[in-house]
């Protein structure tokens, strides 16, 4: 008769586990940390800075470059807002690499954290006769226009509901952002946007070390690992800054604005207050804070 | 009875290990948890830096060598009659596509001080404050361009905001914006390897 446990097979066990809790904890003691650390939200300001400090020496190795990386909370009495001159975007699409440029996106596989789609005018905003693919010799083509899309930031976001680790968050300042150590790369985010903001990493990331933005948000674009989501998160390394997004900065023609919804001087508010504007699937009760005018 | 004991045994031994392991890898860490570090109480940043209400524009963007033009002007007499000029300035000409049928140089340019710009009124006015001289017939976008509307703005959101004067996107003989190339479309879906 063949026994089920006898004490071989307990001994055998017991050696097994011994065996791979030491190989474990003797492989790379960084790689452990690093799986057993805690949600960002979590963290003691200590744990932050030590964080930071050996993410930097991590990203100086890869890319012989000095990095800033910044932790920097939202600011007080701030509520970042955006909005976008539908009557003036050309769809030259110096946003999406301008964003690519500044947020670390991965080149190859590739990942655009903003989509420009062409629309018929004679259709309206109908994203059924939509495309991203348009390539004339130049824009604006005739009988067309151009509605950039990135993350909404809206104020009742889906995507974070749905997430299973809590890896995502409205930060104060009404950022959505992503712990990206945190993210179990589930993709429920992704299936909860309804604007497709949010990107996955399917392959390791690859940024070339001479192209790398080196001033780094922990929140924002750090380099980001293979198997997690990422998304706009409104330029946070520059907007906590006191600068504007990247992509507001790179518009030929001023189509962009930016601003602090809780300031009446702000050029958001100003267009929420003189201006046509619309928001993207109203319906969904999203409410985005992400702002589509006409200045004309 | 005794394979029993030993299924009770191994379970409980093999967390139990687990569980040493958890602590001597956490043990460099030493969280000390009164201490969380909430986001929005760390206040190194709140200070609010101050509104400016200036409009700091850069210089005009004149070509090369053709400003003053009194350099050259102080040797012409002043002819005030609209015409089509042909010798000089014809790439002007050729270009000129501003209300082309009702205007011509002098209506903007001051035919005595040729450094200056002229109001309708006929007020003298800097080549540094273009806009105003605009903003005569197009006073909605001068008011939406004076909140940083109309128009590109860089610097800060909150601090000292930059402005670009109306000739630096706009041509002021052909205004209308040119046609641009547009940067490559992503790569479709199925091309990703």
Redesign the interface.
């Known amino acids: 008769m063949k026994?089920?446990?006898?004490?071989r097979?307990?001994l055998k066990?017991?050696s097994l586990?011994?065996f791979s809790?030491l190989a474990?904890?003797g492989c790379n003691?960084k790689k452990?940390?690093e799986f057993?650390q805690?949600n960002f939200?979590?963290?003691?300001?200590?744990?932050?800075d030590d964080l930071i400090k050996n993410l930097v020496i991590e990203y100086k190795e890869k890319y012989h470059k000095d990095f800033h990386l910044s932790a920097?909370?939202?600011?007080?009495?701030t509520l970042f807002g955006y909005a976008l001159d539908l009557s003036r975007c050309?769809?030259?699409?110096?946003c999406?690499?301008a964003c690519v440029k500044e947020n670390n996106q991965s080149r190859n596989?590739?990942i655009?954290w903003i989509?420009v789609l062409q629309m018929e005018k004679e259709k309206g905003i109908d994203f059924a006769y939509s495309t991203?693919?348009?390539?004339?010799?130049?824009?604006?083509d005739k009988d067309h226009f151009y509605v950039p899309i990135g993350c909404q930031q809206c104020r009742n976001p889906q995507c974070i509901k749905v997430c299973p680790a809590k890896a995502t968050w409205q930060?104060?300042d009404g950022i959505v952002v992503i712990d990206y150590n945190w993210c179990i790369g589930c993709r429920y985010c992704m299936a909860a946007c309804p604007y497709g903001a949010r990107h996955f990493n399917?392959g390791e990331p690859n940024v070339p070390a001479e192209e790398i933005n080196t001033e780094m948000h922990y929140l924002g674009n750090r380099p980001r690992m293979k198997g997690v989501v990422e998304k706009c998160t409104f330029c946070v390394q520059r907007?906590?800054e006191?600068?504007?997004p990247a992509c507001?900065?790179i518009?030929?023609?001023?189509a962009r604005?930016?601003?602090?919804l809780l300031?009446p001087?702000?050029?958001v508010r100003?267009?929420l207050a003189?201006?046509r504007v619309l928001v993207l699937k109203q319906e969904l009760n999203t409410q985005p804070k992400f702002y589509y005018f006409f200045?004309i | 009875m005794k394979d029993k004991n030993y299924k009770n045994i191994k379970i409980p031994v093999i967390i139990l290990m687990l569980f040493c392991f958890l602590i001597l890898s956490c043990d460099d860490k030493k969280s000390d948890g009164n201490e969380t570090h909430k986001v929005s109480a760390l206040k190194n940043s709140s200070k609010k830096p101050e509104k400016t209400n200036e409009y700091a524009v850069e210089a005009p963007p004149f070509s090369d060598g053709i400003f003053p033009c009194t350099d050259c002007h102080k040797s012409f007499p002043p002819n005030p009659v609209k015409r089509e000029l042909v010798k000089w300035h014809d790439d002007i000409s050729a270009i000129f596509n501003h209300d082309k049928e009702n205007r011509w140089c002098l209506d903007c340019h001051d035919v005595n001080n040729r450094d200056s710009l002229k109001l309708a009124s006929g007020k003298l006015l800097d080549f540094k404050e273009s806009y105003k001289l605009c903003g005569q017939c197009h006073g909605e976008k001068l008011r939406d361009w004076k909140v940083g509307v109309h128009g590109k703005r860089t610097g800060e959101w909150n601090g000292k905001r930059e402005y670009l004067l109306c000739v630096h996107c706009h041509n002021p003989h052909s205004p209308k914006f040119k046609e641009l190339k547009p940067e490559p479309p992503p790569m479709r879906q199925i091309d990703i390897k």
């Open positions: 026994k089920e446990n006898s004490r097979i307990f066990n017991l586990a011994t809790a474990l904890s003691m452990v940390d057993l805690k939200r979590t963290l003691t300001k200590k744990e932050v920097k909370p939202a600011l007080e009495e050309i769809g030259c699409r110096r999406v690499y596989p590739q655009h989509q991203v693919q348009y390539n004339p010799e130049t824009v604006p930060e104060p399917w907007t906590r006191g600068k504007y507001v900065e518009c030929p023609v001023g604005k930016f601003g602090n300031d001087e702000s050029e100003y267009i003189n201006k200045g």
